[in-house]
């Protein structure tokens, strides 16, 4: 066992198997994830175990979205009527 890991439980470990983490390459797996997160988080309130694996999953839509969709620069009027259309 390794020193300081904390072991998985059987939960958890179902959870990777039925839907492995892996690095985003296009949007068909952006969809595919958010689509796996939306479904955990339907479930209503979370375990330990369930926050984890989301956490994980929002680090690679993070990083996907990051690399391929950029936030636009937005400065003065055009800020303004980008919020207000929010």
Same mark, same amino acid.
């Given at each position: 066992m390794m020193s300081g890991l904390k072991t998985p439980s059987n939960y958890?470990? !179902?959870l990777v198997t039925s839907f492995p983490p892996r690095p985003i390459t296009n949007e068909? !797996? /952006?969809i595919a994830n958010q689509n796996r997160?939306? =479904?955990i988080l339907d479930k209503g309130l979370l375990n330990?175990?369930?926050k984890d694996y989301l956490r994980? =999953?929002?680090m690679l839509v993070y990083e996907y979205e990051?690399?391929?969709k950029p936030m636009p620069? /937005?400065?003065g009027v055009d800020l303004l009527k980008a919020v207000m259309e929010e």
């Open positions: 958890y470990l !179902e068909e !797996e /952006l997160i939306n =479904f330990e175990d369930e994980v =999953f929002g990051e690399k391929h620069k /937005l400065e």
